[in-house]
T-cell receptor, first 112, second 114 residues
Framework: QQPVQSPQAVILREGEDAVINCSSSKALYSVHWYRQKHGEAPVFLMILLKGGEQKGHDKISASFNEKKQQSSLYLTASQLSYSGTYFCGTQVGSSNTGKLIFGQGTTLQVKP | DAGVIQSPRHEVTEMGQEVTLRCKPISGHNSLFWYRQTMMRGLELLIYFNNNVPIDDSGMPEDRFSAKMPNASFSTLKIQPSEPRDSAVYFC????????????FGPGTRLTVL
């Protein structure tokens, strides 16, 4: 039931782009993206709802493909501050399901 | 707003001892979540409450773990007796509204059981 994230790790140079995928074998109602820096708590980035919408702020955006039960996080022109571990949290089944199941995380390292 | 508050931030104890972790959610939030994070298992949901009532405790590993939420501003996660495999970072998170609202995480408690 845990969603699968890919890749597990990625190393970038400043200014490069990255895509992180989150796939589920179950029907998704929403996908929540978080970033966690070492030794800190996960910090919310954005929520994607069923319906295939795409969201974004600054140079980070995400999409939700309902047919594929997959969400992708796009990081454009990466900055050093983007380094950390990215988690997707999936809400499975219905709008009333209260809990999120998190993927195993994707570690992103941005180098100067 | 102060955010989610957890205490202690670090706890070192010996196997067999009782451990109590504490959480104060953001004021006005009606849902509270306890997570455990380890390298091997990632971020796991242990239990969550809605309006102080436990809704889903299917992630609680075994009877040694228990959680309570006596009021809207306080929750505890207790491990008795503790074991070395319980060593992890335990996060508390709270949420204001429904399932599609944001969960805000506390800073976590790093538990080491020797």
């Amino acid at each position: 039931q845990q969603p699968v994230q890919s890749p597990q790790a990625v190393i970038l140079r400043e200014g490069e782009d990255a895509v992180i995928n989150c796939s589920s074998s179950k029907a998704l109602y929403s996908v929540h993206w978080y970033r966690q820096k070492h030794g800190e708590a996960p910090v919310f980035l954005m929520i994607l709802l069923k319906g295939g919408e795409q969201k974004g702020h600054d140079k980070i955006s995400a999409s939700f493909n309902e047919k594929k039960q997959q969400s992708s996080l796009y990081l454009t022109a990466s900055q050093l501050s983007y380094s950390g571990t990215y988690f997707c949290g999936t809400q499975v089944g219905s709008s009333n399901t209260g809990k999120l199941i998190f993927g195993q995380g994707t570690t992103l390292q941005v180098k100067p | 707003d102060a955010g989610v508050i957890q205490s202690p931030r670090h706890e070192v104890t010996e196997m067999g001892q009782e451990v109590t972790l504490r959480c104060k959610p953001i004021s006005g939030h009606n849902s509270l979540f306890w997570y455990r994070q380890t390298m091997m298992r990632g971020l796991e949901l242990l239990i969550y409450f809605n309006n102080n009532v436990p809704i889903d405790d299917s992630g609680m590993p075994e009877d040694r773990f228990s959680a309570k939420m006596p009021n809207a501003s306080f929750s505890t996660l207790k491990i008795q007796p503790s074991e070395p495999r319980d060593s992890a970072v335990y996060f508390c998170a709270s949420r204001a509204g429904g399932p599609t609202d944001t969960q805000y995480f506390g800073p976590g408690t790093r538990l080491t059981v020797l």
